[in-house]
C-alpha cells in the first residue's frame, strides 16, 4: 500500500443545515490534489468519521472515489468499534471502487491487544482490500503495540500503519520488525521528519490541508540528503502543526481552511466552533503565512 508521502485525512464539508455539502467537498478534493496531497482518506478522525451515519459515509466514499477518478488512491475510513459493522461498511467500500482501507484500533470497548488481533484478522478475512492499520491511543483508549503490529503484518492484506501513539520507540520497533513493504506513517504532523528519520514512509496529514506543498518539499529535501534544510522547514513549520491542534480536530483546520478561501462550513456537535482560542491561532498564523508563502 504505497499512499506517497503525504496521505490527507480530508475533513467532511458540510452546509450551513450541518449536512454534507458535495460541492464543497469537490472543491476540496481538487485543492488537496493540486498541494502536495498524495492519497485521500475519507472518514477518518478528520473527517468527523463519528458523527457521520453508516448511509453518509458510503455516499462520501462513492462521491470522493468519483471525483479523484483514480488520480491518486482513496483511502476509505471504516473502522469501527463494531467488528461486524466494520465489515459491512469495509464491503460497501470494496463495491464502490476504493483503493484501500483505513481501520481504527476500536475505540470505548478496549480491547487486550489478543481482542485487537482478533478484530483486524476477521475483517482482513473479509475483504480483497489493502488495510492501513490506524492506532491512536489518545481516542481509542488501548495502544496497539508494536508486537501486535508486527503480528498482524504478516497477513497479506494488512500493508501499512497510522502510528499516532507519538512513540519513537515503538514506531522503531515496528519499522525494524515489518517486511520492507509493509508502510509505516506518522499519524502526527510534528513527527514527520522524525519518523522519516527511523525508515518511516510518510505522514497521514492535518496540515497538509493548508501547507500540503511546503511539506512535500520538506521531505523531498530530506529524501534527497539536504538534511538541514529539511530540520530548518520542520522547525518553520512546527508551530502551525500545533496550533492546528490547539483545539479538537478539525476545529482549527477547518478554520485555517476558510483563511485560505476553502469553505468547508463548520463542525458537528458535539464539537463547537473555535473561540478565544482563535486569537492566538492568528498570530500563529500571521507570523508564518509570509514565510511559509501562503496567500489568504
Known amino acids: 500500500m504505497d499512499l506517497g508521502y503525504i496521505g490527507t485525512a480530508m475533513v467532511t464539508p458540510f452546509s450551513e443545515t450541518g449536512y454534507i455539502d458535495y ?22 478522525t478528520t473527517g468527523e468519521s463519528p458523527t457521520l451515519n453508516h448511509e453518509e459515509k458510503s455516499n462520501l ?25 466494520t465489515v459491512k461498511l469495509t464491503r460497501q467500500a470494496e463495491t464502490l471502487g476504493a483503493d484501500g482501507i483505513m481501520l481504527v484500533t476500536p475505540y470505548y470497548n478496549k480491547p487486550d491487544q489478543k481482542g485487537i488481533i482478533a478484530h483486524f484478522s476477521h475483517i ?9 492499520l490506524y492506532n491512536i491511543p489518545g481516542r481509542s483508549a488501548v495502544n496497539m503495540q508494536s508486537e501486535t503490529v508486527i503480528e498482524l503484518s504478516k497477513i497479506k492484506n494488512i500493508r501499512a500503519v497510522k502510528e499516532a501513539s507519538g512513540s519513537l520507540d515503538q514506531i522503531s520497533n515496528i519499522i525494524s520488525g515489518t517486511d520492507k513493504g509493509f508502510k509505516v506513517y506518522s499519524g502526527d504532523d510534528a513527527l514527520t521528519l522524525p519518523v522519516l528519520s527511523i525508515g518511516g514512509d510518510g505522514v497521514i496529514s492535518v496540515a497538509s490541508h493548508i501547507v500540503g506543498s511546503q511539506m512535500q518539499q520538506m521531505m523531498s ?17 512546527l508551530p502551525l502543526f500545533q496550533a492546528i491542534f490547539s483545539a479538537p480536530n478539525p476545529v482549527p483546520i477547518k478554520y485555517a481552511l476558510k483563511k485560505i478561501g476553502i469553505n468547508t462550513g463548520g463542525v458537528r456537535m458535539p464539537l463547537t466552533e473555535f473561540g478565544r482560542e482563535s486569537a492566538s491561532f492568528d498570530a500563529i498564523w500571521n507570523e508564518f503565512k509570509n514565510k511559509l508563502q501562503i496567500s489568504q
Not at 23 to 43: N, Y
Not at 64 to 84: L, M, Q, S, Y
Not at 224 to 233: P, Q, R, W
Open 221 to 237: 529535501a530530506f529524501k534527497l540528503g539536504d538534511t538541514n534544510n529539511a530540520a530548518e522547514m520542520h522547525r518553520t513549520l
Open 124 to 132: 482482513a478475512g473479509e475483504t480483497n482490500l489493502p488495510i492501513m
Open 23 to 44: 460541492d464543497l467537498t469537490e472543491t476540496l478534493i481538487e485543492h488537496l490534489i493540486a498541494t502536495g496531497t498524495d492519497s485521500l482518506i475519507v472518514c477518518g
Open 61 to 85: 466514499f462513492k462521491y470522493a472515489i468519483e471525483i479523484v477518478n483514480k488520480r491518486i488512491p482513496v483511502i476509505a475510513g471504516t473502522g469501527t468499534f463494531n467488528t461486524a459493522e
